[in-house]
């Protein structure tokens, strides 16, 4: 090392200019090679989902996610295909080799649900294919609060993704926690009787309305051209209009048996509970709540669901099994050890019981109810206080 040092020291001017030398090649190659904070990482994993209100998990698997798996399977570069269901939706996720092309990718995969997608059920929605990267996950993220009424609220939110959107350096804005629009039809239970009109009837009736109809074209032999079928609601007129039994003497429409107007869907989910969506969600017969991430709910909204006797599920409960997935998958790692999809299935359940046994035995009530939040407060407490002791910090 010494000797280095001595070379350089006596040919002074040959070690300055070799350290200009990689001091200049340095500083050109800072400003060629692009540099940032959150680069995009292109991950060679494709998804396809499809919704389909009602199904069980089981109805799921069986009617989407099998004849989907079984086509993917043939799609050139998959190195590994699996699926999942639950109520109402099924998830199919194929990863290829890294390396793939995403572009050649998500074409065969988009080939691919084509031609299978007759063989899913008609009350399916389309199928919605992702493929994924860095620059999905979100970077920030923007609430809207205020005492505006719903309607209100939501039209704001849109037209702010809209222009978020429109920002060149956005790649997406996905809205959460807008219901969707829909129109809500009351039918008087009376007159339907009065008109002799069946639930089967006016749902047919419904149903077979709003379709498109191909007219086909009409040659007339000096000229070609389509013919269209005006079947598509434009107005709300139209929705009134539907024609649901015909007689000789008259024609029953549905604004002769009820009313409509627009409304939104019902909530499946809240990003955010405050205590007036809780007085809402109580107020509708809400038996059961179980927070999904770190603190979805406000302390007002907590107090208000203990209050009324609903079951509440922190998340903190819900965290530790994602602590302990951590746990298993540092296990794994340090021991070098694979466990299978079984094993590691078994090995979750285990875990989630133990952790609901424990808010069972530290949260139980008068009256046999759980208060699971107090149960989970204590059994996480008494898990800190034993480690401590254990470890003779106490």
Known sequence: MTKIVDFALSKAKTTLALALMVIIAGSYARSTISVASDPNIQLPIVSVSVFLSGASPEDASRLIARPLETRLRSVPGIKELSSSARLSYARIVAEFEVGYDIDTALRDIKQAVEEVKFKLPREAEDPQIREY????????????????SLRQKVFIARELQDRLEAINEVLAADLEGAPEEVLEGIIDKSKMETYGITLSQLYRAISNNNLIIPGGAQ???????NIEVPS???TAEDVYNIPIKV???????????????????????????????AATMIKNGVKLVAEAANMPCEQAAVDAFVDAGVSFGPAKAVNAGGVGVSGLEMSQNSARIAWDEAQLADMLQSMMKSIHDS???????????????????????????EAMLSYGHV
């Open 133 to 148: 990267s860095f620059a999905m996950f979100p970077v920030m993220n923007l609430s809207l609060i205020g005492s505006a």
């Open 219 to 225: 040659d007339t032999g000096s000229g070609k051209f």
């Open 232 to 234: 598509i609601f434009e």
């Open 247 to 277: 007689t000789q003497d008259a024609v029953v429409t549905l604004s002769d048996i009820g009313e409509i107007r627009r409304t939104f869907k019902d909530y499946s989910s809240f990003a955010k509970v405050n205590g007036e969506d």
């Open 359 to 385: 808010c069972v035995e530290y949260g139980e009530a008068s009256g046999g109810k759980v208060n699971y939040l107090q149960g989970a407060n204590v059994a996480g407490f008494v898990k800190v206080a």
